[in-house]
């Protein structure tokens, strides 16, 4: 329902200096009116939208102050949910944040349900869907890349794009309509050439977005990436030097780490989910044995699996084994300690083994060749594909899947074309592919589906 008023706690709960109590709604300036007394003496409710006024939360049953308040009114539709809007800016701890969304609730509003006051926003048309989402890739965004791709999200440049299609695919079921509704013109036969050329041009730049997909939910996501080898071969220092910081215990002791580390680390941009893994070998050690298990799940997983070697000791049989079990796998090989071993000699006997893997000698202690592994991981990644200066637009999962609907769609209006099929079942394919692009952007996307984006929100957002 719209025509109720909405409040939640908008910052994080905890010590800090100011916390936020939002409300959103058609009563909010009337619950705000209950509970705002003002310190300067000026008659806030006259003074127009988009300004703050100093003063007190006041309990009206009992008359005694909360907390001292800064009150920011903001007058629909100029706000964020196009509702009237009132922000209690407080001291930010936990009691008076909860004390003052406590009185707000009392006096006419409800507690907020996760994304609602950007569902609101969605819903009274300040933003689309594909902004929507995008509010919530900002908030987790790990690097600076990511963000910016985000912010493009919330700036509406696929939703322009989406639009675009749209219109072009309007424009062909124009066409098809004419022709349907005045066969004795005669303009079918030039109709479905002018449609082959035109649906060809869409399905090119629909696959221009679809190639960008990947690296989207890159920036996104961030990348699952494995760090494994045998016990003491500096997998936990690697993932210390990557992270810039001792995350990892680090000892002499084969079998020092027996769970999985796991972190995100900022490599040229990329957010890499590095996990760190318990060295896989055979051991009769319980806890230690649970961990390999749980690595060797892990590897299955990943989208990139790092393998380390020791240049001191030469390639075991057990390096072997690990090398066997990321085959099919994308993954680099690093080859360390070299500061101690002939890491050139190890590197040369592996390249002929796994043509389809870089490998990189490497000495974690000194710091040689890390620079080198960055870019790898980052061409592997990206493949040339991607860069700041040219950043993918489609970042979600759910997007990619409208784009390739579209697609599919556009590939059966080709074949029904081609094959002189009725211009009826032609005029069909072009709605539904128009309709799937309508999901990212929210015109013809299902409830449910709503409801499930928005569910991800935390409450106040």
């Known amino acids: 329902m719209l025509d109720d008023t909405i409040a939640a706690i908008a910052t994080p709960l905890g010590e800090g200096a100011i916390g936020i109590v939002r409300v959103s709604g058609p009563e909010a300036v009337a619950i705000a009116e209950k509970l705002f007394v003002s310190r300067t003496g000026v008659d806030w409710r006259k003074q127009g939208s988009h300004r703050l006024f100093y003063g007190l939360v006041v309990d009206p049953a009992t008359g005694q102050p909360v907390d001292e308040v800064l009150l920011g009114v903001m007058y629909a539709p100029r706000t964020f949910t196009r509702e009237d809007v009132v922000e209690f800016n407080c001291h930010g701890g936990i009691v008076p944040l909860r004390r003052i969304l406590e009185l707000v609730l009392q006096h006419g509003a409800r507690l907020a349900e996760p994304g609602e006051f950007t569902r609101r926003a969605f819903l009274n048309g300040r933003l689309d869907l594909a902004q929507a989402e995008s509010i919530l890739d900002i908030i987790r965004a790990k690097t600076e890349a990511g963000l910016a791709v985000a912010m493009s999200l919330l700036a509406g440049e696929l939703s322009s794009r989406v639009r675009a299609f749209q219109d072009r695919l309007l424009g062909l079921v124009a066409q098809v309509e004419a022709s349907i509704d005045f066969p004795e013109e005669g303009i079918e036969e030039a109709t479905r050439e002018d449609m082959v050329e035109s649906v060809r041009a869409i399905m090119g730049d629909l696959e221009e977005l679809l190639r960008q997909a990947r690296y989207g939910k890159v920036y996104r996501e961030g990348l699952r990436t494995v760090i494994v080898g045998r016990p003491n071969v500096g997998k936990s220092s690697l993932l210390n030097s990557l992270l810039r910081e001792k995350r990892a215990i680090v000892t002499e002791i084969p079998g020092t780490t027996r769970d999985i580390i796991e972190e995100v680390v900022n490599i040229r941009g990329i957010p890499i989910r590095l996990a760190d893994t318990a060295g896989l070998r055979k051991t009769d050690d319980i806890v ?29 049989p057990e390096d072997r084994s690990i090398l066997e079990l990321v085959r099919e796998q994308t993954g680099i090989i690093l080859v360390n300690k070299s500061d101690i071993g002939d890491g050139e000699a190890l590197a040369r006997q592996v390249t002929p083994l796994f043509p389809d893997k870089p490998v990189k000698v490497i000495s974690v202690k000194t710091g040689q060749g890390l620079a080198q592994v960055e870019e790898a991981i980052e061409r592997m990644i990206l493949g040339g594909q991607a860069v700041a200066s040219q950043l993918p637009l489609v970042s979600h999962v759910r997007h990619k899947q409208a784009l390739a609907r579209c697609y599919e769609h556009l590939q059966e209006v080709l074949r029904a074309l081609s094959a002189g099929e009725n211009l009826d079942l ?8 128009w309709e799937a692009l309508g999901e990212i952007t929210g015109t013809t996307v299902a409830e449910d589906i709503v409801d499930r984006i928005f569910r991800d929100f935390c409450i106040g957002k």
């Open 426 to 433: 032609v005029a069909i394919d072009l709605r539904a592919a």
């Open 288 to 316: 230690e044995r649970i961990g390999v298990e749980r690595s060797r799940d892990l590897v299955k997983m990943a989208d990139l699996v790092l393998v380390v070697l020791d240049a001191s000791t030469g390639l075991t």
